[in-house]
């Protein structure tokens, strides 16, 4: 069955097509630079591009595809989480496609979905995997042992996400928002071990995570620079950040494999797309027999093909579809899976 997926819990409009594991089409369109100079994404306004973009990107990824409504057999769409507006615009255009093409509906969680998007490019998850999710609003440990039916929360982030944390010490940088592929790239030219900053709850035995102390520790040490009339190296500070992210998340989602007896991991969500978090992933998934599996970055972060993805599975799984007047639930827990 070919399922048209639907994703507009941030800032992406996006529309993905998918039949089994197999991506057809996957079309972004991005407001991104709309709220840059907000320095965050501004509801509002992503409401508004989602609206003015939901059709136009819905007919070029089935034009892309080379496809028609008629070949639609499903319609997917993010119920939650994230921003109640621009979850809403989503799920009023699904809930009418699904009418209209007179097809089921099914309300995913955006979570799972970033997890169900890595099939399209590794094929089958093991059941059961360890998924770390992170992403601009969450940082979780999750036991998955069937990414249709059952997600199962480890741990996440006692304050701010990881992504948040790349966000907030780029702005710190002054380098333009989002600033996590902008820390990534300036981080080429640094050294890892220039500067030694904290690790939250790194020996604490739990499978949580804390960056805000990191991101303090960060803006003091660029203020104290700044203060002594030195220049900030601002390579280094990227890099030793970085470096101090990517180790507590790599330790904690390995320490999960070992207290789950799970072999293999899964790396999922825009954080995903960072290419220290995905060499010492390797590095260290290597040395511990655990296999990994981390999607391209395209697929890291939010796009329509890993809704069209998670509908497919519960497709294949036989799951209920979701009934037409299925609210936006702007705080879906992860284990939720479906509506
Ligand atoms: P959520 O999925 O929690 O609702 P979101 O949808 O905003 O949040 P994603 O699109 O999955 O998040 O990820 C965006 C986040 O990923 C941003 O914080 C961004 O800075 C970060 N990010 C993207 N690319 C990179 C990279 N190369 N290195 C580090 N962080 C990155
Ligand atoms: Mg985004
Ligand atoms: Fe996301």
Sequence with gaps: PLVLGIETSCDETGVGLVRGHTLLADTVASSVEEHARFGGVVPEVASRAHLEAMTPTVESALRKAGLRFSDIDAVAVTAGPGLAGALLVGVAAAKAYALGLGVPLYGVNHLAAHVAVDQLEHGPLPKPSIAMLVSGGHSSLLLVPDVAKDVISLGSTVDDAAGEAFDKVARVL?????????????????????????????????????????????????????????????????????????????????????????????????????????????????????RLRVPRPGLCTDNGAMIAALGAELVASGATASRLDIPADSSMPVTSVHV
């Excluded at 928002?177 to 050294?191: K, L, Q």
Aim: aromatic share 6%.
């Design 174 to 290: 002054g380098l333009p928002f989002p600033g996590g592929p902008h820390i990534d790239r300036a981080a080429v030219e640094g050294s890892g071990t220039a500067i030694g900053f904290p690790r939250g709850k790194y020996d604490d035995g739990t499978l949580d995570f804390s960056f805000s102390g990191l991101k303090t520790a960060v803006a003091r040490w660029v203020e104290a620079k700044q203060r002594a009339g030195e220049p900030v190296p601002l390579a280094d500070v990227a890099a030793s950040f970085q470096e101090a992210v990517v180790d507590v998340l790599t330790r904690k989602a390995l320490q999960a494999c070992r207290a789950y007896d799970v072999q293999d991991l899964l790396i999922g969500g825009g954080v995903a797309a960072n290419s220290r978090l995905r060499s010492l992933a390797k590095e260290r998934c290597e040395a511990a027999g655990v």
